[in-house]
């Protein structure tokens, strides 16, 4: 167990207390939050955006450091932005 992270630590502990419930109407319920990622995940706009040369090519390192595309990447961190989930790091 020392290897898991605090969230999977936390969840594991959760689950060995057995909180855990089985959701009514699985199949359903499966249904509902696949449309909901997919319809997160849909890329139906299209924007230009400038920035300078040096912040695109940290881009491209990071994404590359990451195994995948820069574009992609930076629709991460947006989405990640929008959502209240990447936050200023506190010095």
């Known amino acids: 167990m020392s290897q898991l992270t605090k969230e999977e630590k936390d969840l594991l502990r959760s689950y060995e207390r ?5 959701v009514k109407n699985l199949k359903s319920e499966k249904n509902r939050y696949q449309a909901m990622a997919k319809a997160t995940l849909q890329k139906d706009k299209r924007t230009n955006i400038r920035i300078s ?12 450091e990451n195994g ?9 961190v947006i989405h990640r932005y929008v959502s209240g989930r990447l936050t200023e790091k506190s010095a």
Do not use: F, M
């Not at 040369?53 to 590359?64: F, M, P």
């Not at 995948?68 to 991460?76: N, R």
């Open 68 to 76: 995948i595309p820069y574009q992609t990447l930076i629709a991460s």
């Open 53 to 64: 040369s040096h912040d695109l090519e940290g881009i491209q390192k990071k994404a590359v």
């Open 18 to 22: 057995n909180e855990w419930r089985s």
